[in-house]
């Protein structure tokens, strides 16, 4: 998603100010003596990490107006990039400190205190595991929901260990009301993990849905029908996704997000389009009918608004990445919006398109634009082949007016490549719309 500059510089301010804050109370009133510049560096860097490893939880409580805003996907690429980034000060601080004086690795050694030893030593291969766990979870299988309980878990326990440590050095923090507002602010924290994974499944409990159909579109891709038990459905943005977990408890770990394919008018039968990549997702055709389920939302700032001024629409997309400009899709149908519309829609095969009928009654019934563009084909194939590259867009694009949205889901390298030449062609950079959401 493209954000504008007066909203990346309210977040980056505000992201700032959160991880200073902590340094700035360490820093207010009388100050003990120094101790050399490395040692107070390394204190500072120590400060800012843990600082930062606390605002990690805020970055993924999912607070619908700020996943809308700034969308979901820039909020978890900025977490998991600010997470490194915390990781390496909190370990540089040790490092440094250690350097500087090496009677700082007495804070290490269990004959010298066992369990300040312990804790230390354990909240560092904590924080390589979690850096590590999160790059490398695919290539040791370990699957998304251990993945996703574990990471939350070692954050915590990083967060708990961190505090502890802070306190009971307490150089700088040695006044009882520093302590407390540190000891607040790490709770604050922690608050922010227990809203995501137990206040909100607790309150969307009062709000069960129902499978209603499971339905195969093409090979290897599902879509689950989902009517609301009890309630009046979920509004939504055609383009948003929700979290969903089929289960008799909204605190399952099988939770997962998927974007809403179906209308936005529909708000009593959700429908969620979903590719079978291992884990979860590879079982979704086993799913009954009349089994329970919940969903969480809507997220994300991928989204078609019938109410902002456009002259014409442009969706580029691969693969799965369809699914959520089909709800954009199947909104303007249902609305009537006059808008023109173009699609141009990669895929490895001519059977491996989704909603290839629908999109076909879409150019006879609304003069959808339509370019489908199969990776291998053979010389039957009527459409594009290859990738979608230059020579496609210049089949296939419009003229691009200064009042054009411009939709972009699919690979990274894909979406990547279009983007620039979008930009190269003219396409206002805060009307090129993206989603890169790829936590599964």
């Known amino acids: 998603m493209k954000l504008r500059l007066p909203h990346i510089v309210l977040a980056l301010a505000l992201y700032t100010l959160a991880v200073l804050a902590p340094l700035a109370v360490v820093l207010v ?38 996943s809308t805003l700034y969308g979901q996907d820039s909020l ?22 250690i350097i500087a004086e090496p009677a700082y690795l007495s804070f290490f050694d269990p004959r010298v205190n066992l369990p300040r030893a312990g804790a230390l030593s354990f909240v560092t291969v904590v924080l390589i595991l979690i850096v590590a766990l999160s ?24 967060l708990t260990i961190g505090l502890a440590h802070v306190l009971m050095v307490g150089h700088y923090i040695s006044p009882l009301w520093k302590q407390l507002v540190w000891i607040v602010m790490t709770v604050g924290a922690m608050g922010f993990l227990a809203r995501m994974r137990v206040l909100i499944p607790l309150t969307e409990r ?3 849905w129902r499978i209603a159909e499971v339905r195969p579109e093409s090979t290897g891709v599902w879509t689950l029908a989902l009517e609301p038990e009890g309630h009046d459905g979920m509004r939504f943005l055609p383009g948003q996704f929700v979290w969903l977990t089929v289960s008799d408890s909204p605190l399952s770990l099988q939770q997962h997000p998927f974007s809403i394919a179906s209308s936005a008018d529909s708000l009593r039968r959700i429908e ?55 709800s954009m899709l199947r909104t303007i149908r249902d609305r009537g919006v006059t ?56 089949r296939s ?33 805060g009307r090129i719309h993206s989603e890169r959401f790829n936590i599964v």
């Open 135 to 158: 790059i490398f979870r695919r290539q040791i299988g370990l699957s998304y929901e251990w993945w996703r309980l574990t990471h939350g878990a070692l954050g915590f326990f990083t």
């Open 29 to 66: 009133g009388p100050l003990p003596e120094g101790r050399g510049f490395w040692i107070e560096l390394s204190i500072a860097l120590g400060f800012i990490g843990l600082a930062m490893m606390g605002a990690q939880f805020a970055l993924t409580a999912r607070f619908r107006r700020i």
């Open 206 to 208: 009062r709000r069960p």
């Open 339 to 394: 808008t023109p519309a173009t699609l141009i829609y990669g895929a490895p095969a001519p059977d491996k398109f989704v909603f290839r009928d629908e999109l076909e009654a879409m150019v006879r019934e609304s003069g959808l634009k339509l370019t489908l563009v199969a990776e291998n084909a053979d010389e039957a194939w009527p459409g594009e082949r290859g990738l979608i590259d230059e020579g496609v867009l210049d």
């Open 76 to 97: 978890l690429q900025f977490h998991r990039q600010a997470g490194i980034v915390a990781v390496c000060l909190v370990l540089a601080h040790p490092v440094i400190a």
């Open 272 to 326: 969620l389009t979903i590719k079978e990549l291992g884990d979860f997702t590879s079982t979704i055709g086993q799913i009954q009918p009349g089994a329970r389920a919940f969903l969480e939302g809507p997220y994300g700032g991928f989204a078609f608004q019938d109410d902002v001024r456009c002259d014409g629409l442009v969706f580029i997309v691969g693969g799965i990445g369809i699914t959520p400009v089909m």
């Open 397 to 429: 694009l419009p003229e691009l007016g200064e009042h054009i949205h411009a939709f972009i889901c699919g690979p990274e390298a894909m979406m990547d490549a279009v983007e620039h030449s979008l930009l190269r062609r003219g396409a206002p950079l």
